[in-house]
């Protein structure tokens, strides 16, 4: 039943975002089987093409973002370049573009000009704030999304200062969500034969995401503050310390804390007021005191013995990896295939990061690496009619 | 040039998810247009039904996660209910379904079961650690991912221990993995008429928004560790301390240091050999020492201050808003409708989290409240044929 043809096969993307947010929203895209047609400024291209670490000279952030996508050059400060690229987007199905507000307008390809060349076009803009709104214009980095949508507010030790997340969600959740208004777009589009613009923010994104975190404020106008690994209705739900290193418990219902304190050998626990139901247990001093003898437990066992025992009687339990290993677990390495190689005419064998949506008919594993810049700038602009010579020309006047 | 249709009108839904993964999965389809019908097991329904903060006795988590849904009950333990979850199949475009792999099997409902019934069915599965591989019977919560994505051990303090995103974000990208997933097969499905499993899982989602930060290690051996706010590529790209509070800068590169100096009014920064380039400036003890210079300009001003000056240079600056903040932010609140309105028979104006996905042509903002327990019990079996008194009979018998 499996078809070789991908979910996307046949769907034109240009793709002309750098950095993070954009191209993951594109990655996505070509993971599924679009042609994704990176436009990159001559002459660097994207700026992570010079982000470390690199392999040969190669950016390894540039191939994990912008892995199974063309690439062809294009200066849209000239007249030519803008040119091409109102011929491209006459052919193309999506674009993409996480520029700062204003920015397409004055190079005169905000939507409503795309519109005008091509009225079904899919236009996808990613931006730290969007498009609308008295902060559209203001700088948006991951950092300043997590800042300024709260997450920071609930994220570290009590007492200390706000932390960020060590991912920059913020970006990941502006790709995804441009990739969403895409496909529903596209959805839209093949019923009705009408396109439209897509306006999604990383803040925007960010707050979307804290949904169970905003409501407790909103209901109850009491403001959350941080409380490291802890979760404000359940104890042990928390962090460990073992002999090697750390673990987590998530323990929430009388039944599961009953089955851990038996597997722990501790059944005294079940009788001690301080511990014995669901609701004594998640008040403070309790749930510090329970933390020590769950820590004083484990402290003479590894990581690997202590989640052994706790799994065996079925409690949510894990190990903190660090990165290392996480990107050589058995399971998301290989079963899940979440690291899987490419092969790169420059750098060699690389190491990626694959696709976390496995589909049955139609795979997502992504096989191509990344395009070097400017690889496709023959096919793709010799099927808009270009000659051999006009390229050459374009490409000393660095219109491409 | 707007229509009144969503995205996904037309499109029907099966969710029988529960908690906080296959409802955002869900919700995201609903605030789209699908039509998404809630499975819920009878009497109690979804567990989060019985979540606080509860107005009325009305859980605003359920309320956030479920706006815009249908509710159906059904006792798919019997043999009625598994008759008339089989008629729901086979009308459906979607089902999403968040159990531990080989539950649905169980029941009489895996993708294989499912396909025989519908056979364009677009089978959503969405799990802790997915239907395949070693780990794939483990109970999956946020915190788990978290801890074996490797997010927690570069999340935190140096020299303290790893720490969770305060935000459940397995869960969220579990949850928008799924729809990426289901509205990629639907445009498949239109073009081929095949349908499909989707199979996706928190951890791998976890792993693939890490991209970033997995890929130093595969290159360099080099296993990253915590460092709080900053940025091993860049300083001051850290939060700092104004008197009424926590703000961050994001100050990349020269010339951005030294609009940041010069509005600080302390151009000897730039003459000081400490800071004065990209690579002396982000390393210890020259970070340390650069955090205090800042600390203690900015410990004499309010946030607001210190945020509106550096902003005047367009470097990146943002408060840390807590989540009184960050919910009554004009920008976020209204002009990006991040907050908005619904009003509930029971619990009355009930404000839930925006739809971060702006799209001009077919709207997404959420409009409707979350469905009361098997509100739609009639007109749902009853276009199955069921007459009144059947449906009542099926009620007194516990089947709905």
């Known amino acids: 039943m499996t078809t070789e043809a991908k979910a996307l096969a046949g769907v034109k993307v240009l793709d002309m975002t750098q950095f993070l947010a954009g191209p993951y929203c594109g990655l996505t895209l070509a993971d599924m089987g679009a042609e994704v047609i990176k436009i990159e400024n001559p002459p660097g291209g994207d700026f992570v093409r010079i982000a470390v670490p690199q392999i040969n000279g190669v950016s390894i952030y540039y191939e994990n973002m912008n892995r199974g996508k063309k690439s062809v050059t294009l200066n849209l400060k000239t007249k030519e370049g803008k040119e091409l690229f109102a011929k491209l987007i006459a052919e193309a199905d999506v674009l993409i573009e996480n520029n700062r507000p204003g920015v397409m307008e004055r190079l005169g390809f905000a939507y409503e000009d795309a519109k005008k060349i091509n009225p079904g076009i899919i236009y996808c803009s990613i931006s730290g704030f969007g498009q609308t709104g008295p902060y559209s214009q203001r700088p948006g980095y991951d950092l300043i999304g997590q800042a300024m949508s709260g997450a920071m507010s609930i994220t570290g030790m009590e007492g200390h200062v706000p932390l960020k997340y060590g991912v920059p969600i913020g970006d990941v959740l502006g790709g995804m969500n441009g990739a969403l208004g895409i496909l529903a777009a596209l959805h839209h589009r093949t019923r009705t034969g009408e396109g439209q613009h897509i306006d999604t923010a990383l803040v925007d ?186 390229l050459k020309a374009y490409k000393e006047k660095k219109i491409i």
């Open 205 to 390: 994104g960010l707050v979307s995401s804290m949904l169970t975190n905003t409501m407790g404020y909103l209901v109850t106008g009491k403001v959350p503050g941080r409380s490291a690994n802890r979760y404000f209705n359940a104890y042990p739900y928390d962090s460990f310390s073992a002999k090697d290193g750390e673990y987590v418990i998530a323990c929430g219902t009388d039944p599961h804390f009953a089955a851990l304190a038996t597997v722990m050998g501790k059944p005294e626990l079940l009788e001690d007021p301080r511990f014995n139901d669901f609701v004594t247990r998640k008040s403070n001093p309790h749930m510090d005191e329970l933390k020590a003898i769950i820590d004083e437990w484990s402290s003479d066992k590894t990581v690997a013995e202590c989640v052994e025992l706790i799994m065996s009687v079925d409690i949510p339990v894990a190990p903190i990896y660090d990165i290392k290993q996480a990107t050589e677990d058995e399971h998301i390495r290989n079963a899940r295939e979440m690291f899987v190689e490419v092969e790169h005419p420059v750098a060699g064998k690389i190491t990626i990061t694959g696709n976390p949506i496995k589909m049955s008919a139609t795979p997502t594993t992504p096989t191509k690496c990344a395009p070097l810049l400017g690889q496709d700038n023959e096919s793709v602009y010799g099927s808009l009619g270009l000659d051999a010579e006009t």
